[in-house]
């Protein structure tokens, strides 16, 4: 089974996305920690892609994915994608 993670700064709309895709249109919540459905998909909260501290966590996360979504708000004129994340990534 494949798996995606979705990553994004906080409020990009990526547990939105996660549950639509699978069906779920009720209103999203904070995501507090690394969330995982049924189908093995990623949600990681937004703080693990915004602040270096966290980068760690996010990497090792990332690690067992096939396929890794960035989520970037579209009123958000600033890329925050963090430098080398995608070079960690190795599906």
């Known amino acids: 089974m494949k798996r995606i993670a979705f990553v994004g700064a906080v409020g990009a709309g990526k547990t939105t996305l996660f549950n639509a895709l699978r069906g779920n249109y009720s209103l999203a919540r904070k995501t507090q920690a690394v969330e995982f459905n049924d189908h093995g998909d990623i949600d990681t909260p937004g703080e693990y892609f915004s602040h270096p501290r966290w980068y760690h966590a996010l990497i090792t996360t990332l690690q067992d994915v096939d396929t890794l979504i960035y989520v970037h708000a579209a ?9 080398g994340l995608l070079g960690c990534w190795n599906p």
């Open 75 to 83: 009123n958000d004129k600033e890329s925050r994608l963090p430098a």
